[in-house]
């Protein structure tokens, strides 16, 4: 059993864009929670909510047109919905931090790497001295492998290289001790050798400061490696949630198979890759059905007539899927149903 505490739990969250041509929903009634120590991973195609989400939680939505139109985003019991913008400022980089996806573009060319760590030290500790805020950030320098921390504090952006910028990021995000870390696609920008260390160091950091993560990729491989739970994403809804092990081993969705058969397999040769067909669907376009029927090759006129819900397959397993209504679902099973279809 599963003790540990409930950190951030997001219920029925929708986010909502206010354009011209109309209201465009980007996040549909999401729901998931994480709890201390744990590294939950969010997957799927660009377009399908997941930086949105983040956004959201943040409160770094672009408003307008973006707002957040229904649900809660509870961080220890507290509503993160209900704070106004000041309160908000308070509570994001002390109790929840974020690691954006490009470094370069999220680092001020103007200052020097120690003044932007220090600035959020400084917020949150209006009682620590200019000194002690030198020191705070050097030590967390050193604590995600940067060399010589005291110099580069002295230094800019552009004259450090992409990966330690990446963990000047980390840093930046850790300086205050967050007891919930959202890492937006952190490994997009950077070689595959500087990914598995910064990889690595998120996972050796959040197993000795006891940090929350919520791993937002669309990078499978990556999410085996790291995360204990996943969620995968459509269109702005869930349509699987689960233990990693779990759904890498019995996918049920077929979005997630999909997903999955996509990934290059060393041990097996292919002449041809595999790939889904077709595209997410534009936001709000689809007002009523299953939002993947259009791409999926088990459709059924109830697809595209009805919405399925969020059917619980076992203790830990959930999937989207008509598919699944009404009963527990097992590889062997699926079998049939797919060589019934072909």
């Known amino acids: 059993m599963d003790d540990r505490k409930e950190l951030l739990k997001v219920e029925a969250l929708e986010t ?3 354009t011209d041509g109309g209201e465009i929903p980007a996040v549909d009634h999401i729901d998931f929670s994480l709890k201390e120590g744990e590294i939950l991973g969010i997957v799927g195609e660009s377009g399908c909510g997941k930086s949105v989400t983040s956004l959201s939680i943040m409160g770094l939505l672009p408003s307008p047109p973006g707002k957040i139109t229904g649900g809660k985003i509870l961080l220890d019991n507290k509503d993160l919905t209900k704070l106004s913008e000041k309160e908000m400022r308070k509570v994001r980089g002390k109790d929840i931090a974020m690691i954006f996806q490009e470094p370069m573009t ?5 200052f020097t790497i120690g003044n932007q760590l220090t600035e959020a030290i400084l917020i949150h500790h209006k009682n620590w001295t200019k000194k002690q805020a030198n020191a705070r950030a050097a030590k967390m320098m050193k604590l995600v492998g940067l060399p010589r ?11 450090l290289s992409g990966g330690m ?9 850790l300086v205050c001790d967050p007891k919930v870390l959202i890492a937006d696609e952190p490994t997009t920008a950077l070689d595959v050798t500087i990914q598995a260390q910064i990889l690595q160091l998120m ?13 937002i990729t669309h990078d499978l491989g990556v999410v085996a490696e790291t995360c204990e739970r996943v969620i995968v994403m459509y269109s702005g809804q869930v ?3 689960g233990p990693v092990d779990v759904i890498f081993k019995d996918p049920q969705h077929p979005y997630t198979q999909g997903l999955i058969q996509s990934v290059p397999d060393m041990r097996h040769k292919k002449d041809r890759l595999y790939s889904i067909t077709g595209s997410v669907p534009k936001p709000g376009s689809i007002k009523v059905g299953c939002r993947f029927a259009a791409r999926c090759e088990f459709a059924t006129k109830k697809c595209i007539e009805a919405s399925p819900k969020l059917y619980q397959t076992s203790d830990a397993h959930k999937t989207r899927c008509f598919l699944h209504e ?9 079998a049939i149903v797919e060589s019934t279809r072909t």
């Open 16 to 18: 909502t864009f206010f």
């Open 106 to 110: 999220s680092l001020n060319p103007l």
């Open 149 to 159: 921390a005291e110099e580069l504090l002295k230094e800019y952006p552009h004259q």
């Open 165 to 173: 910028r990446q963990r000047v990021m980390i840093a930046m995000a």
């Open 203 to 215: 996972k050796e950091l959040n197993k000795r400061l006891k940090t929350a993560v919520m791993l």
């Open 239 to 241: 349509v699987e949630e």
């Open 326 to 334: 009404g009963k527990k679902v097992s590889s062997n099973d699926r």
